[in-house]
């Protein structure tokens, strides 16, 4: 199975709202409302902020959305703050009963 | 809240087996519903499903690792375990156990903190 293609990396200045994307297949994203989203500092452990496409676990900032469309899921930050700064990573069930990650994104908030 | 803790050598040699545990407090492994799973982050690069197992002794595994990978419950001590086989240097990497409290395959919402094994001689 392939990784979910990721941008390797995005921007944006304090305030703005910015977009990660996740591309995948009929076999993963597409398929299934079954995407995740985590956020990771280094050194830290990732941390789930959307999972099943939409949903925020509890204690997750609503800044935090998550949205999808055919074989692309999206995650969106608005609001930016310095604290966002993080690699972040989609995942997707796939249709052989297996867990897919995307290749992390790079976020800077310039 | 749930604690998560990987434990196990980080150094393995080329060709033997890698075995981790992850020690879990605050919950049982057998709560209806729980998958717990292990993912892996080589050195500048990003996460990898190594797989899953679910409360009911259910695996599923990583199509890339499926012949070299076990996982497994221990209900006795509250662990469950990673075995990995006839390792090489690409298995290099920070291991991660995590679980799933929200019933979802993909949903991993409690981590441990990682723990770097290195495969070299």
């Known amino acids: 199975q392939s990784a979910l293609t990721q941008p390797a990396s995005v921007s944006g200045s304090p305030g703005q709202s910015i977009t990660i994307s996740c591309t995948g297949s009929?076999?993963?994203?597409?398929?299934?409302?079954?995407v995740s989203w985590y956020q990771h500092l280094p050194g830290k452990a990732p941390k789930l902020i959307i999972y099943d496409v939409y949903n925020r676990p509890a204690g997750v900032s609503n800044r935090f959305s998550g949205s999808k469309s055919g074989n692309t899921a999206s995650l969106t930050i608005s609001g930016l703050q310095a604290e966002d700064e993080a690699d972040f990573y989609c995942?997707?069930?796939?249709?052989?009963?297996?867990?897919?990650f995307g290749g992390g994104t790079k976020l800077t908030v310039l | 809240q749930l604690h998560l803790q990987e434990s196990g050598p980080g150094l393995v040699k080329p060709s033997e087996t890698l075995s981790l545990t992850c020690s879990v407090s605050g919950g049982s492994i057998t709560s209806r519903g729980y998958y717990w799973g292990w993912i892996r982050q080589p050195p500048g690069k990003g996460l990898a499903w190594i797989g899953t197992i679910y409360y009911s002794g259910s695996t599923y595994y990583s199509p890339s690792l499926k012949s070299r990978v076990s996982i497994s419950l221990d209900t006795s001590k509250n662990q469950f375990s990673l075995k990995l086989t006839s390792v090489t240097a690409a298995d290099t990497a920070l291991y991660y156990c995590?679980?799933?409290?929200?019933?979802?395959?993909?949903?991993?919402?409690?981590w441990g903190q990682g723990t770097m094994v290195t495969v070299s001689s």
């Open positions: 009929t076999s993963d994203v597409g398929g299934y409302n079954y």
């Open positions: 995590a679980t799933s409290t929200l019933g979802n395959f993909e949903a991993f919402d409690f």
């Open positions: 995942s997707s069930y796939t249709d052989s009963i297996t867990l897919v």
